[in-house]
């Protein structure tokens, strides 16, 4: 799999606006066909306002923010079609999803964050409150492997660590062609 980089336009801003004052008007033309259906008039201004009002919301869904040092792999019903790599706000195909299948990996390395916990504490029953990004970092991040024994060539036990930095330079190939990228650093480094 080979990565494409998509040089779009960041033009979210100018979809997000777009969209506001269509769903005005919308709103503006239910009101005055309303209106319009109560005189007894056509209630067809009525009608597609109220289809906009419906279906107005899916270009939201194409609003994607790139923070500096982030990419995201996008896909179309299953297919790759490229990858964002340059900080802005975007508008891509509502129906793109992002893919990212070690979002929810966490490793003992620079990149996880702690999860956070929301509920009552006193009842006992925690509620994990966990939001997902499908964003890749492009940061140098470290992976810090846990100690391990092994034993060198003459039999001692000998404890050894290891620390790695490492980063992604092709996007693609770290989503399509390996299952977690994660978790297959991590296990290339204890094998070595």
């Excluded at 709103?27 to 005055?32: D, E, M, P, S, T």
């Excluded at 919301?57 to 996008?74: F, I, M, R, S, Y």
């Excluded at 060198?152 to 693609?172: F, H, K, M, Q, S």
């Amino acid at each position: 799999m080979k990565e494409i980089v998509l040089n779009r336009r960041k033009n979210g801003l100018a979809v997000l606006m777009l969209t506001v004052f269509v769903y005005a008007a919308a709103i503006l033309g239910a009101v005055f066909g309303g209106i319009q259906v109560e005189q007894g008039r056509s209630p067809l201004l009525m009608t597609v306002s109220i289809i906009i009002l419906c279906i107005g919301w899916l270009p939201l869904l194409g609003l994607k923010v790139l923070k500096p040092q982030e990419a995201l792999v996008l896909t179309l019903f299953g297919k790759y079609i490229g990858t964002l790599k340059d900080s802005g706000f975007y508008f891509v195909n509502p129906f793109c999803v992002a893919v990212n299948p070690a979002a929810r990996t966490k490793l003992n390395q620079s990149g996880d964050v702690k999860n956070m916990r929301a509920g009552n504490p006193d009842s006992g029953a925690a509620v994990s409150v966990e939001s997902t990004s499908k964003k890749i970092s492009l940061k140098i991040m470290t992976l810090s492997n846990n100690r391990q024994k092994i034993n060198d060539c003459l039999g001692n036990p000998v404890e050894i660590g290891i620390a790695v930095t490492w980063r992604i330079v092709d996007t693609a190939k770290a989503v399509f062609n390996v299952d977690n990228y994660k978790e297959f650093l991590s296990l290339q480094c204890d094998s070595a």
